[in-house]
């Protein structure tokens, strides 16, 4: 069936379409009927595993990227994942790159996007996470108070985590600030958060993965974490989300000042900024590649790292996970959890019920 509905998508520009499927999803999280059939038909085993002290119903989640703003998690929660990670939030509104910004290789099972984080910012995902800020947003807005809470906002079945991202215009030496700032919003309405300083479409960004920038970084949110976990008497692991494009220094720099401030995990790896062996005609576009061809380098780092780390940490690993195969590997070699994001466009939203009865 997915064959057929992904032909008409691929007839719409990248980001319409996706577009187009997140607003499908999102209604079908709102309309509870749907939402049952939705999950009769994506039902996946339960095979639960427990990281960073939260249980997962599976170790499949879906990658930040997809619902940036938080706008579709009941219906995604409908299609079996273990957690859904939304983002990255911003704290201000951006709108992000101009666009054209995503590009669909098909001849090589890829993405390349440059969005650049367009977000709604942090006061909209919040409404869309609490109920209480979201009557006060509507009355607020719309002069008028809900009498009911519509239907997602109720509990998910996955674990939610947020992915957070500075704003465009905020310097590297104030990025700090954007990142305490969210870490305080989310901290009582996430079960996770994910520092992500590895995105390669805001300048700079990826500046903040050096030694020194990362620990000050990060001492500063494990400081705020200590004080928020106080005040809302819940544990909240932070997760940093890293380049593939690291070298081995790098990357061994990083993890060493991750081990030693405290965070609770890794992601490896974002999109890479590598274009090497594609056959598209999109190959040259500027941004993010994600897909297959990231396949043998997301693999690459994440031997290294789970090697790195030796145990001290769990590891996420996501990039080019295109088959239930892909995923099984990931898990064998080390990984606790995997995210999927790129081959869901290629292989549908089943692909997650196959990679949960393949373990």
């Known amino acids: 069936m997915y064959d057929s509905i992904r032909s008409l998508l691929f007839r719409l520009n990248p980001e319409q ?9 999102s209604l079908a999280g709102q309309v509870r009927p749907v939402g049952w059939l939705l999950s009769q038909i994506f039902k996946a085993p339960d095979k639960p595993v427990e990281v960073f002290g939260l249980r997962f119903r599976n170790p499949v989640g879906l990658a930040a990227g997809y619902d940036k703003d938080g706008v579709a ?20 509104p951006q709108s992000g790159n101009p666009k054209p910004r995503v590009f669909r290789l098909v001849e090589d099972e890829a993405v390349i996007n440059r969005m650049g984080f367009p ?25 008028f108070r809900p009498r009911f809470y519509v239907a997602y906002r109720r509990p998910t ?17 104030e990025a700090v600030y954007d990142y305490v700032s969210l870490l305080q919003n989310y901290a009582r309405l ?6 992500n300083v590895s995105s390669p479409n805001t300048v700079g960004l990826r500046q903040l993965q050096g030694r020194d920038a990362l620990e000050s970084l990060l001492t500063h949110l494990h400081e705020q974490r200590l004080l928020e976990q106080t005040r809302w ?20 720099d990083a993890l060493d000042v991750i081990v030693r401030t405290h965070m609770d995990g890794v992601i490896v ?21 994600s897909g297959a061809p990231l396949r043998v380098r997301s693999e690459e780092v994440l031997a290294q790292v789970v090697k790195r780390l030796d145990g001290r940490l769990p590891v996420v690993s996501v990039g080019g996970i295109m088959h239930p195969d892909d995923a099984k590997r990931r898990l064998d070699m080390g990984a606790a959890l995997v995210q999927v994001y790129t081959g869901l466009i290629y292989r549908g939203p089943g692909l997650v019920k196959e990679i949960v009865k393949a373990l």
Do not use: M
């Not at 996430?190 to 520092?195: E, F, H, P, R, S």
């Open 17 to 25: 379409a996706h577009e187009l499927t997140l607003r499908a999803i």
């Open 73 to 92: 998690i009941h219906g995604l929660d409908t299609l079996g994942f273990g957690h859904i990670e939304i983002g990255t939030v911003t704290p201000l």
């Open 119 to 143: 977000s709604r910012g942090t006061e909209f995902v919040q409404t869309q996470l609490d109920p209480d800020l979201y009557v006060g947003f509507v009355e607020r807005t719309f002069g």
């Open 157 to 173: 079945a996955a674990v939610l985590g947020v992915n957070l991202g500075k704003n465009k215009n905020t310097s590297n030496e």
């Open 190 to 195: 996430a079960g996770y958060l994910t520092i």
């Open 233 to 252: 008497e819940k544990r909240l692991p932070l997760l940093v989300k890293l380049a593939p494009d690291l070298t081995s220094q790098e990357l061994d």
């Open 269 to 289: 790896t974002n999109t890479t900024l590598a274009r090497e062996g594609l056959h598209s005609s999109h190959s040259g576009e500027s941004g993010g590649l």
